[in-house]
């Protein structure tokens, strides 16, 4: 199966609770292959087809934080998810 990265600016991401709580949520989601959390934001790998990217920022939107997407696998750059 096929796989998309997208890259997030998460800049409500500020401290270490937040950051667990988005690696708690990212980690339940179905299709998610990896994950590296950096400051303010993420770099996600996840199977085409089971998640889509905005799947991913409505779940991190549900925690409180925005989330806006910086790039994706098609190389767009720029696209809100807010």
């Known amino acids: 199966m096929q796989s998309e ?3 997030l600016a998460i800049p409500d991401m500020d401290s270490q609770t937040a950051e667990e ?3 708690k949520t990212l980690e339940a989601l179905p299709g998610i292959e990896a994950m590296r959390l950096i400051q303010r934001g993420a770099f ?3 199977r085409t087809g ?3 990217n905005n799947e991913i920022c409505t779940a991190i939107r549900q925690l409180g934080l925005r989330a ?3 790039q994706d696998s098609s190389g767009r750059q720029g696209k809100s998810s807010q």
């Open 21 to 23: 709580q988005v690696k």
């Open 5 to 7: 990265e997208l890259d």
């Open 50 to 52: 089971a998640i889509t």
């Open 44 to 46: 996600i790998r996840h």
């Open 68 to 70: 806006s997407i910086f």
